[in-house]
């Protein structure tokens, strides 16, 4: 079993989802162990405490500059844990490139949007589908990929498609791509991250670059 870390900063419906396909048996090799809040008083740490997960807050605002600081307090929650897979599952904070460094491979993340598009910093939560549907998109998804030093730069895992509608608001869109590719391609990805820790294998690494950038 792979010790488990879901990283969260918001609602924590991914959370949920992974939540559910442990319970449904879909996540043999995974074990939730932890819950890592980088704010204070979301739905998703209630959600941890809904399951019995542990759960921490390490909020990123109180270390202001210090991403060492930050990292540091992270690295003692998941040393405690023995963490072995983090998974980034509505986390709105960039790792430095050595907490990336240290968790080579073993970090991934839920990304709104088919990258290489609509990806980068500058492109999170309800912005992700102001964008697409400003560009006129026709389909959009979401896509689970490894972390590196470029956001949303890492190798792919598992991408879905999801029809745009006309009448699509970004929040209808946004719920839309939740339900039929986030809540799904989460949990798959992360059993296969797992199976390949636990079989030794290392994916390579690969850098490429969002179309926007
Ligand atoms: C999800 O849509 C996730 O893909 C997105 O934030 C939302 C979190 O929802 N992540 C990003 O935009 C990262 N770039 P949740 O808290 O309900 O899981």
């Known amino acids: 079993m792979v010790k488990?870390?879901?990283?969260v900063s918001g609602n924590g419906s991914n959370l949920e989802a992974l939540v559910a396909a442990k319970a449904r048996g879909e996540m043999e090799h995974v074990t939730l162990s932890l819950v890592v809040s980088s704010k204070a008083n979301n739905y998703a740490l209630q959600r941890a405490k809904n399951h019995?997960?542990?759960s921490v807050v390490v909020e990123r605002k109180r270390y202001r500059d210090d991403i060492v600081g930050f990292e540091t307090e992270l690295r003692s929650h998941l040393k405690r844990y023995d963490i072995q897979l983090i998974v980034?599952?509505?986390f709105l904070t960039v790792f430095s490139p050595l907490f990336?460094?240290?968790?080579e491979n073993r970090i991934i993340n839920i990304h709104p949007a088919l990258i290489p598009s609509f990806c980068g910093k500058h492109f999170y939560g309800l912005r992700v589908h102001q964008a697409a549907l400003e560009r006129g998109v026709k389909v959009s998804g979401a896509t689970v990929h490894m972390v590196n030093d470029i956001v949303d730069g890492?190798?792919?895992i598992l991408q879905?498609?999801?029809d745009v509608l006309e009448d699509d608001t970004p929040e209808s869109l946004q719920l839309r791509i939740m339900e039929q590719a986030e809540?799904?391609?989460?949990p798959k990805a992360t059993e296969?991250?797992?199976?390949?820790i636990i079989a030794g294998q290392i994916i390579a690494e690969q850098t490429r670059e969002c179309f926007d950038e």
């Open 154 to 156: 890492g190798q792919i």
């Open 52 to 54: 019995s997960i542990d």
């Open 88 to 90: 980034l599952a509505g």
């Open 183 to 186: 809540w799904d391609i989460l």
């Open 100 to 103: 990336v460094k240290d968790y």
């Open 4 to 7: 488990t870390a879901v990283f």
């Open 192 to 196: 296969i991250i797992a199976r390949q």
């Open 160 to 162: 879905k498609v999801v």
